[in-house]
């Protein structure tokens, strides 16, 4: 076999277009922050980001998140607050997540008319707020073992014993003010399930974002901290997604869509940028990515140690997100990047 041919130096750039003195065709854009805020191709908007809410019963208690700076858990009455002030801030939605009083085998915390996101819901909905009202359909914050819904002897999480249970959960954040459910705990047939709850309960008009491409990450660790969700025994390989597949994802988003689901949620977001731009390419409906814990977590620590600039690293993290080709970022720096996108103007 004879050896395979050496490319020759290729011609310059400007030998092939005939333009002279190349070096400094580029950069001629970016020689002031005028010229660069007028080429920029990726912005933030305040509406783009939806801030997390972590809330628990009681009155007027807020408690740190140790392992993710700036955010906390909240009682209803302070997630009004903070609901208020991100809404005045122009934040595009919140996202509610429960710690109940009690949990149990099944998660009946999560499904109760009375559970603690609902009971947050009903105050949401009637502050009238100008932000979508989106609560996260799990169990996993609501059983005692920590899974995402009731087990098999065996200790599997029962499939068809969850989605039933998620369709309740659905039904009763609807009713509580819910503008869209976002079912995350990976069960297979979820949303046809809780499409088909929530339509026999006449929630039509109430949508579906699915966690659709959601991996069994490692990047979750500070949340389960925050929402005391860590399994108590294995893990979640045997329903959430590995983080190595990227077909898997685009079989889990056209399931999730020919179910019902009205939009897609990309989880992680940094570690799973080709996936959002693969299902931006492949889809029409919006796409959202969630920065989860791991991620925000992460750059707070380096800006702690003085590592990293905290507001760049936050910016461009999430223009990242959004240039990958989302149209919207859960993200828990929604507040300072909302107020940093508003400043920018
Ligand atoms: C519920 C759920 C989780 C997250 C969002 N919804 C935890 C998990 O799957 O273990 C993680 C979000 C984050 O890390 O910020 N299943």
Redesign the pocket.
């Known amino acids: 076999m004879s050896p395979a041919p050496q490319p020759e130096s290729g011609p310059s750039a400007a030998g092939v277009f005939g333009l002279p003195d190349p070096a400094h065709r580029l950069r001629r854009l970016r020689r002031t922050e005028t010229l660069r805020a007028f080429v920029r191709e990726t912005r933030i908007h305040p509406r783009q980001l939806v801030a997390p809410l972590f809330v628990y019963p009681g009155t007027g208690g807020r408690q740190p998140v140790g392992s993710m700076p700036g955010v906390e858990r909240v009682t209803p009455d302070e997630a009004l607050k903070d609901a208020r002030r991100l809404a005045d801030l122009g934040v595009g939605g919140l996202i509610l997540f429960g710690l109940p009083a009690e949990k149990d085998a099944t998660g009946t915390g999560g499904w109760i008319e009375d559970g603690i996101v609902q009971q947050t819901l009903r105050l949401l909905r009637d502050a009238d707020l100008d932000t979508v009202l989106i609560a996260?359909t799990?169990l996993?914050e609501y059983t005692d073992h920590g899974h995402?819904g009731p087990l098999l002897a065996d200790g599997r999480v029962d499939n068809d014993a969850t989605i039933a249970l998620l369709g309740r959960t659905a039904v009763s954040q609807a009713e509580a003010g819910a503008d869209i459910v976002a079912p995350?705990?990976m069960m297979d047939g979820q949303v046809a399930a809780i499409r088909e709850a929530l339509d026999d309960a006449g929630h039509h008009d109430t949508a579906i974002l699915a966690y659709a491409a959601k991996t069994a990450s490692a990047?979750?660790g500070?949340?389960?901290d925050a929402a005391g969700?860590a399994p108590s025994f294995g893990d979640?390989r045997g329903y959430?997604m590995d983080p190595a597949n990227a077909r898997e994802s685009m079989r889990e988003m056209d399931h999730d869509l020919i179910e019902g689901a009205d939009m897609l949620l990309v989880k992680p977001a940094m570690p799973s940028l080709d996936i959002l731009a693969a299902a931006r390419a492949r889809y029409d409906v919006p796409i959202g990515a969630?920065q989860?814990?791991?991620e925000y977590a992460a750059i707070e620590a380096a800006a702690r140690n003085g590592w990293l600039d905290r507001r760049r690293a936050l910016t461009e993290a999430t223009t990242s997100i959004l240039r990958a080709g989302a149209g919207f970022v859960i993200t828990y720096a929604a507040a300072d990047l909302a107020a940093w996108a508003r400043e920018a103007i």
């Open positions: 996260d799990c996993c995402c995350s705990a990047f979750y500070p949340f389960r969700s979640r959430q969630y989860v814990s791991g």
